[in-house]
């Protein structure tokens, strides 16, 4: 028989043809799909990035970026400030404890506060799906949480099975080790002074050991590897499902964090998030504005189909910090505290308003533990 496929395949046309073989139940309800190849070389890569990356850095470090200020929701304008703050926030539950009754609590109160949408693991989506029939509330659910570094084909299959279940938004965790595999050793000190969890001090003492183990502070990542997986997973989950990277900024520095920027731009993706909420510090200001900056070039020098978007998550706990996160240019946010946040917009909106509107939900519940909002 005669080959059927004259040209030969990419790694990632091998990789999704390998899924749809080994998954045949899914493929009628995948929709055209646009395979989308590895295209560039690393090389070829790290000279794009290399353009992004001046281009970015150049209007970060004339102070031109910190003073961009975007519209936020303004609580002088009462109840559409707060209909407007409230669908910026995707309403997350991500600890592993967490249970059906926490999940059901947490549709309801995105039902209530008319939330973007809720945010769980793959285990939850079909009762966050079915608890959300009929309301606007949308159902997002994570892939690769939370260390980003498993094989792309259980990323693959756990996208289809969250799309499968319903889910309309992935939120992807970037494999960012092999961004970093050639970094240079951190300082036990670093490790030490980490104010994170335990988990995070072997994340980050495992990050140590490899990249002291590793003597190629010059050497240009696999960047090929991660536009394949990207690249993969936009064409397994086609538009409309919203495709956002978690670039777990934390773990990266500013080069990195416009690299990985500039590989979701091509795979098209339509976010970039800044954190899980499980590895190092959650957003920050600074982070935020280089993510958006990195967005509006892509889209500018027409990487990617459209212009991606900027979420920022991890340690977004109060309505200060979700304001300064807006008015940087974010457009959603992943919090564990959206009805802490919602209850300081009503207050504020009274205040504002003469207390005219001021009324509080029946109930505050932070998701998160008891750690203080990290100033960050
Ligand atoms: O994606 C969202 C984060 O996991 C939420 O983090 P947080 O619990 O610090 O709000």
């Not at 850095?57 to 002088?76: F, H, I, N, T």
């Not at 308003?353 to 029946?362: A, I, L, S, T, V």
Request: proline share 4%; charged share 25%; aromatic share 4%.
């Amino acid at each position: 028989m005669s080959d059927p496929h004259p040209i030969p395949l990419t790694e990632s046309e091998v990789l999704i043809r390998g899924f749809l073989a080994a998954n045949p139940d899914l493929d009628a309800s995948l929709g055209p799909i646009e395979v989308m190849t590895d295209r560039y070389t690393n090389e070829e890569w790290a000279a794009q990035i290399q353009e992004t990356e001046k281009a970015v850095m150049r209007e970060v470090e004339s102070g031109a970026r910190a003073r961009k200020l975007y519209d936020g929701p303004k609580m002088r304008n009462g109840k559409e400030a707060l209909r407007q703050l409230a669908l910026t926030v995707d309403h997350t539950v991500l600890k592993l404890d967490a249970n059906s009754k926490a999940i059901d609590g947490l549709c309801s109160e995105a039902r209530t506060e008319e939330f973007k949408s809720v945010c769980v693991r793959l285990n939850y989506v079909q009762r966050c799906v079915s608890n959300l029939k009929g309301s606007p509330v949308l159902v997002a659910c994570v892939v690769g949480f939370h260390e980003g570094t498993q094989d792309t084909y259980s990323k693959l299959r756990e996208a289809r099975a969250a799309v499968a279940a319903g889910a309309a938004e992935l939120d992807v965790v970037l494999n960012h080790s092999l961004l970093t595999v050639h970094n240079p050793p951190v300082t036990p000190e670093h490790v030490l002074s980490s104010k994170d969890s335990a988990i995070d001090s072997i994340t980050a003492a495992n990050t140590a050991k490899n990249a002291s183990s590793s003597d190629l502070g010059d050497e240009i990542p696999d960047y090929s590897a991660i536009y394949r997986e990207l690249a993969s997973i936009r064409s397994l989950c086609p538009h409309p499902v919203v495709l956002k990277l978690i670039l777990e900024t934390s773990q990266l520095t500013d080069h990195q964090i416009l690299a990985a920027s500039h590989l979701a731009a091509a795979a098209n993706f339509d976010f970039i998030k800044t954190s899980t909420g499980f590895n190092g510090h959650g957003a920050t200001l600074p982070h935020v504005q280089l993510m958006v900056a990195a967005a509006e070039y892509l889209a500018a020098t027409g990487v990617g189909r459209s212009k991606m978007q900027v979420k920022a998550s991890g340690g977004v706990r109060s309505l200060e910090t979700a304001i300064k996160m807006l008015e940087a240019g974010a457009e959603r946010l992943g919090t564990s505290s959206g009805l802490w946040i919602m209850q300081e917009a009503r207050t504020k909106v009274g205040e504002e308003r003469g207390n005219q509107e001021g009324e509080r939900p029946p109930q505050t519940r932070l998701y998160t533990d008891d750690s203080v909002a990290g100033d960050y």
